[in-house]
């Protein structure tokens, strides 16, 4: 990543990681623990951060139940019980400001406060999102 960003070029980053994608659908657009390190990523090569809410993604395929012994028998962090085929579900981006962040943070602690920056900008992307969804299936509504 750090070549790339240093060759101008663009990377997405997904700072929940496994704990996003393996969310139950209860949990659907609660945002969990993000990492920390996308922001060393940024602090060390400069890059500005584009939040982006991803809103519909959450209804292709609901995760009803994770099947935790068999996940932990294949090695795998999770394995959902989940449709058989996803779901036609209308999915749409909201991007916001563009966040910089210096090279100036000096502790672990000042580092996720950046971090908690850009998840308070992503969960209000999100919440924005839901708030102008008019529907979830079908065809948008003019």
């Not at 519909?56 to 294949?74: D, F, K, V, W």
């Amino acid at each position: 990543c750090i070549k790339m960003l240093e060759q101008d070029e663009a990377i997405i980053v997904f700072p929940e990681g496994v704990r996003g994608s393996g969310k139950l659908w209860r949990h659907r657009y609660q945002l969990q623990r993000f990492g920390s390190g996308f922001m060393h990523l940024a602090m060390q090569t400069g890059t500005p951060i584009v939040p982006v809410g991803v809103v519909g993604c959450e209804e292709t395929m609901p995760s009803l139940a994770n099947i935790a012994p068999l996940a932990r028998l294949i090695g795998l962090p999770y394995v959902p019980l989940t449709t058989p085929v996803p779901l036609p579900a209308q999915v749409s981006l909201h991007f916001g400001a563009t966040l910089r962040f210096d090279r100036t943070a000096t502790s672990e602690e000042e580092v996720t406060a950046r971090v908690d920056t850009v998840k308070a900008a992503i969960a209000e992307l999100i919440r924005r999102g839901l708030a102008e969804r008019k529907q979830v299936f079908g065809k948008p509504r003019a």
